[in-house]
């Protein structure tokens, strides 16, 4: 049991028992009903110019960025970022390899430096990519919910 004041919900003007109400859609002139983390193009609001053109390049060279290239490109960016870090790491793991008779242990060494680099390198890309797919998303969510709300 919480003492008077170390109730969090007294704050808000809710019981601890208080379900809160599902929103529900209002309709209102123009734009779709909002759908809860779907990544599709951003309709701009009424009155402003639309980006030209379909698809990728529309929304490439779209002057305005109301539509955004990361969530269409991000399995390319990151098949190219698997492809670098491949190269990259098979060339150090070949180069650690060269020198294997001269210095054995630097050599091992050197191997798995590079192994667990080309890992850490991907792991990285990953992580940055979903980064700028979830910044594109939220601000693709925060879009409809201004334009069904009228704001």
């Known amino acids: 049991m919480t003492t008077p004041g170390d109730n969090p919900y007294e704050q808000y003007g809710q019981q601890p028992g208080y379900q809160q109400?599902?929103?529900?859609?209002?309709?209102?002139?123009g734009g779709a009903p909002y759908q809860g983390g779907t990544s599709g193009p951003a309709t701009p609001p009424?009155?402003?110019?639309?980006?030209?053109?379909?698809?990728?390049?529309?929304?490439?060279?779209?002057?305005?960025?109301t539509r955004f290239v990361t969530v269409q490109f991000a399995r390319t960016l990151f098949l190219i970022w698997l492809v670098l870090v491949g190269v990259v790491t098979f060339t150090g793991v070949v180069g650690a390899f060269a020198s294997i008779v001269v210095t054995p242990v630097s050599s091992l060494l050197s191997v798995l430096g590079a192994l667990a680099a080309g890992g850490i390198s991907v792991l990285l890309g990953r992580v940055g990519l979903e980064l700028a797919i979830a910044v594109a998303r939220t601000s693709d969510d925060i879009?409809?919910?201004?334009?069904?709300?009228g704001a």
């Not at 879009?143 to 709300?149: D, H, K, Q, T």
């Open 21 to 29: 109400q599902p929103y529900q859609q209002q309709p209102q002139g």
């Open 46 to 65: 009424p009155g402003t110019a639309q980006p030209q053109g379909q698809g990728f390049f529309g929304a490439l060279f779209d002057l305005n960025f």
């Open 143 to 149: 879009a409809a919910l201004r334009r069904n709300s």
